[in-house]
């Protein structure tokens, strides 16, 4: 049976562009995977992880121009918003070599042997160590911060697990020239090009998750993919860790006080952060409650008015597309809904972004239970709530979220029982602000209960390395058994409590 070929595809027309590669078979996954495999013992040395993730950055950055163009043909995301996504990919991948480099992310605990405890302590030195290859399946929205050199990708390699990543079939041709400059990384660092090998096709992404050699699973995307490939991985003859990033509603709630302090100003702002990247933002806030009177109707004056300025935009794919027409379609037509702004078709292969407005009354009578769900572009929904009690009955019924957004005033009552209602659904809650763009911090928290996501995890900031580890305690070891970090005198200058 002939291979299936892998075509680049204009999201502005819907045309094939090239074909840049063809699909792997399950022969052609096993051999990726043990390639990876057996690049696992060159990884342990951190500093050439280090090096290399330096590098590796240093050549997306020399090729940016190539990068972006490549990425803007396959998904219309424009020269601007690609150039800063590069930007932030390739910090990403420096940061993580300076976390590789520092060595807290190891974890290492020592506890002294106490033959007078009660029970007798031995000596005890604990630490953590990479949990083998990882299967990365890139995101459609983040050509690059969420797909081969993203975040999944470099959190892996700093944590000394080689990759396999599922290419997504909206940008082969970006994907193939990534994995290109990642593998030439490598190879200028002393590593094997295989610490990072790439594959294509639907089948095989179930063959890599189904893999023995693969220890873990990283996914952004939708959330019946995600859960399909969740569930092969609970279902192994050996379970392995997966970490999906699936779907998020992204609720936003304005006080009474908020709106009556300032409407338009909320108005315009959540325009400008639900519209944002075609509302192709896993983070976009996709439902909002907002007082019905009349400081709520300026509110949603204004964000009828800026909504309605903005100019139909082309979506990644058209699969993506007539998936959004027919969602906002479906909205629409339900019994109490206006649309101040209509959402749909916005010709042949863009889309109009728009509003929809619902009484909230009807959302906590059990109603109209799909307008809690995300629907994926450039619409947003606007319960419209009489009391605090009808909110927080609304915010019972949502599901888990990547974010939950909650505006006030400077002097609000309401502030904080709706910051504590709003807690537990999000992974992080922001307050007078908009939740499109995650700082690559420290202190970063991107994830959330499901269906946002299938762990406790984040897959932003330093501590995204933790998915990919597992703790190991060595007890009564001769010294000149242990690890280096491990080791007396502490060679290595590694923290350690």
């Not at 594959?199 to 023995?212: N, Q």
């Not at 969740?230 to 997966?242: K, L, S």
């Not at 709706?418 to 809650?429: F, I, M, Q």
């Amino acid at each position: 049976m002939a291979a299936e070929p892998v075509w680049s595809v204009d999201p502005r027309t819907g045309k094939p562009r090239e074909q840049v590669a063809v699909e792997a078979t399950a022969d052609e996954v096993d051999r990726a995977v043990r390639a990876a495999h057996a690049a696992r013992e060159a990884l342990a040395d951190r500093t050439l992880r280090a090096a290399f993730l330096r590098t590796a950055a240093d050549l997306l950055d020399a090729s940016g121009e190539h990068v972006v163009e490549a990425a803007d043909a396959e998904t219309a995301l424009g020269p601007v918003r690609l150039t800063g996504e590069l930007a932030r990919t390739t910090a990403q991948l420096r940061a993580f070599a300076e976390v590789v480099e520092e060595g807290s992310f190891l974890d290492v605990r020592i506890d002294a042997p106490d033959p007078a405890a009660t029970p007798p302590r031995p000596d005890m030195r604990r630490w953590k160590i990479p949990l083998g290859v990882v299967a990365v399946y890139a995101a459609s929205n983040f050509p690059l911060a969420f797909s081969v050199p993203g975040g999944d990708t470099a959190s892996a390699l700093a944590a000394g697990c080689p990759v396999v990543v599922k290419a997504h079939p909206d940008h082969p041709a970006t994907s193939e020239l990534c994995a290109s400059l990642l593998r030439r990384a490598a190879a200028r660092t002393g590593l094997p090009e295989d610490v990072l090998v790439l594959v294509h096709g639907f089948d095989a992404g179930v063959e890599l998750v189904r893999h023995p050699l693969v220890a873990a699973a990283g996914f952004t995307g939708s959330i019946r993919g995600g859960r399909a490939l969740f569930d092969e991985a609970v279902a192994r003859p050996v379970p392995i860790p997966f970490h999906g990033e699936l779907g998020s509603l992204n609720p936003v709630v304005i006080t009474e006080a908020a709106a009556a302090e300032r409407a338009e100003e909320i108005g315009a702002g959540l325009a400008g952060s639900m519209t944002l990247g075609v509302g192709q933002f896993c983070t976009k806030p996709g439902f909002v409650l907002a007082p019905r009177g009349a400081d709520g109707d300026r509110f949603l004056d204004a964000l009828t008015a800026a909504v309605s300025e903005t100019e139909p935009a082309v979506m990644l794919d058209h699969r993506m597309r007539d998936a959004f027409v027919a969602g906002v379609a479906e909205r629409a037509a339900l019994a109490g809904v206006d649309t101040p702004v209509t959402p749909g078709a916005g010709g042949a292969h863009t889309v109009s972004a728009g509003v929809l407005a619902v009484d909230a009354a009807v959302l906590a009578d059990g109603g109209h239970r799909v307008l809690l769900e995300e629907c994926f572009g450039p619409v947003t929904v606007v319960a419209r709530y009489s009391t605090r009690e009808e909110a927080a009955a609304v915010l019972g019924l949502l599901p888990g979220n990547l974010t939950a957004t909650l505006h006030i005033a400077e002097e609000d009552e309401a502030a904080a029982p709706l910051l504590a209602a709003l807690t537990p659904l999000a992974g992080r809650v922001l307050v007078n602000g908009w939740p499109t763009g995650v700082a690559v911090a420290p202190a970063q928290h991107h994830g959330g209960p499901y269906p946002a996501t299938t762990s406790t995890s984040t897959s932003v900031g330093a501590t995204a390395i933790e998915r990919w580890l597992r703790p190991v305690t060595y007890q009564s070891a001769p010294g000149h058994l242990l690890p280096p970090e491990l080791r007396d005198g502490n060679p290595l200058g590694v923290p350690r409590r």
